[in-house]
């Protein structure tokens, strides 16, 4: 048994929830790139090496779906000295840049 028009919904259904799909990987992207340019503004910096390796890898589809990255590239010496700034050293306190951008980032999403 089969009804009029049952195929045309599920097409109409299944492009909604592909616009939708799109919609959400827009807004992650974009919190991705608020997040980037906040933990820019909030490290310190001496030299800039470290504010310059701050990176954003675009999306990429996944096991667990779409997902964009923001962290500090491994291909530069600011790598060495980003944990040291975020979690701080014996002699020196934390200025969590990473971790303060994160949050701001996490509540636009939600």
Known sequence: MTLDGSNALLR???AELREEIREEERNLLRAARKMQARARQ???VD???LRDAIDLTEGRLGRKGYYVE????SST???DHALPVEYGKRDRPPKPFMRGAYQEAARDLS
């Open 77 to 79: 010496t600011g790598v």
């Open 70 to 73: 923001v962290g500090v590239r």
């Open 42 to 44: 909030l490290v310190p």
């Open 12 to 14: 109409a259904l299944a």
């Open 47 to 49: 030299d800039g090496e």
